[in-house]
């Protein structure tokens, strides 16, 4: 989490003294001189610090700490060197066309020899939505200290596309890198209330793959896997398949991967891993049906659970657990005719040729719930380990941390 890097953010080296240096500063980013808009997006209303204690662990090394004051929700702001004890800062930060000047004033509380001042960050989102492709921006940064203003400084950043989703930020170099694990901002791409979820249900409606869309409330895990088999169906007359479409302009501060909205999908009729899992999660979430994304070494599929009480535990025993996997990169193994060519064709013909596809899809689906699940029984013990490289993202979770779908939008840029 965002909050893990401050207190090991920059080692003090004994490079400054205070009376033999003058406050200086540097501009900071949590993303380096990458910005992503999507992040600052999806974590617009996040308190990365609710419920945390501000103290340091006891056995923390305090050389290693480093002050943060302001909003310590923020992205980006000044870090000022070599401030005694009662330092009045002030620091204003804009950013041409997606950061509006936003200020801060601080006092520093004791003797520092660096500091980070964090302003309130106003951001255009309507302005940071529309990035569509990466491009350079402005960061101006202004700080004066009792009063003196300070030579300001201006960084060019790039401006990430918003359908590149930061999943770590990397610090240092090397065998002496860390990074920050920023998993749960897949979970901005499943749109619950994308306004295409209702015309894929009202297909499988038209299709009479199920009576209806009820979630659980029937009561029946039967039901419950039979809404998600129609989901897929649809999907494959879509015709969607596997498209591994995943790198982004490498980054020295981020890993990343590109992810599309599910509009986007649909009408390319592509997805790669994630892509399909964001589909079924949106479309699942709005049938308030428990959902998650599962994340193991290079891959992602979409996990659901069949009962309504359970809470996605894919560590437990094959007896035991509710919840199955769905491998959505199956999803082109069949084609399938769109429900508007298949209305088509005379009724008798239409019937046989329905009943056929039925069977190969069917088929496809039950193999795509094995091969996922297969993956639950055979690592149920990494999913459990803390920090692992398995891991399950609870979408209604991260809805509750304060993770926001990123909207959807008919504007192109």
């Known amino acids: 989490m965002k909050t893990t890097l401050v207190i090991a953010l920059t080692v003090f080296f004994g490079l400054f003294s205070y009376g033999a240096e003058e406050p200086s500063f540097e501009v900071w980013s949590y993303t380096g001189t990458d910005i992503y808009p999507s992040a600052i997006i999806a974590t617009a209303t996040v308190d990365w610090n609710a419920g945390r204690d501000d ?13 943060w004051l302001g909003d310590k ?26 950061l509006k000047p936003s200020k801060t004033e ?16 106003v951001f255009d989102y309507d302005a940071l939505h529309k990035v569509k492709q990466q491009k350079p921006a402005n960061l101006n940064v202004k700080v004066s200290v009792n009063g003196k203003a300070l030579d300001e400084q201006n960084e060019v950043v790039t401006l990430r596309s918003i359908n590149e989703c930061p999943f770590a930020v990397i610090f240092g170099e090397g065998d002496d890198a860390t990074a920050d694990d920023l998993s749960w901002m897949f979970a901005a791409y499943v749109n619950e209330n994308h306004p295409w979820i209702d015309g894929i ?24 896997l039979a809404q998600v088999y129609a989901v897929w169906n649809i999907m494959q007359r879509h015709g969607m398949k596997y498209s591994d479409i995943t790198n982004t302009p490498k980054s020295k501060f981020a890993a990343a991967q590109v992810v599309r909205f599910l509009d986007d999908s649909v009408a390319a009729s592509q997805a790669n891993c994630v892509d399909g899992s964001v589909i079924f999660a949106s479309i699942l979430t709005k049938l308030s049906i428990k959902c998650g994304l599962v994340l193991v070494p290079g891959h992602c599929f979409v996990c659901f659970d069949l009962d309504p009480n359970g809470d996605l535990d894919v560590s437990a025993a094959d007896d035991e657990r509710t919840v199955i996997g769905l491998e959505t990169t199956m999803m082109g193994s069949n084609d399938l005719k769109p429900l508007s060519e298949l209305k088509k064709i005379p009724a008798k013909q239409r019937d046989q040729l329905a009943k056929k596809e039925s069977q ?11 091969v996922a699940s297969t993956v639950f029984s055979e690592h149920g013990d990494d ?7 398995y891991q399950v993202i609870p979408i209604a ?8 779908p990123i909207g959807f939008s008919k504007e192109k840029p």
């Open 397 to 404: 979770d991260a809805r509750e941390f304060g993770i926001m």
């Open 201 to 224: 249900l009202k297909e499988a409606l038209e299709a009479k793959l199920v009576d209806s869309f009820d979630g659980y409330q029937s009561g029946d895990p039967e039901k419950v």
């Open 73 to 98: 929700n923020g992205w980006v702001g000044a870090k000022v060197m070599n401030v005694p004890k009662g330092t009045k800062i002030k620091v204003e930060v804009s950013g041409d066309g997606w």
């Open 106 to 121: 601080v006092t520093v509380a004791k003797d520092e020899d660096e500091v980070l001042v964090m302003p309130k960050g």
């Open 55 to 67: 103290e340091p662990e006891a056995d923390a090394d305090k050389s290693e700490q480093m002050t």
């Open 383 to 389: 999913f459990a380990e803390e920090g692992s490289d």
């Open 360 to 370: 190969a899809s069917s088929g496809t689906f039950g193999n795509a719930l094995e």
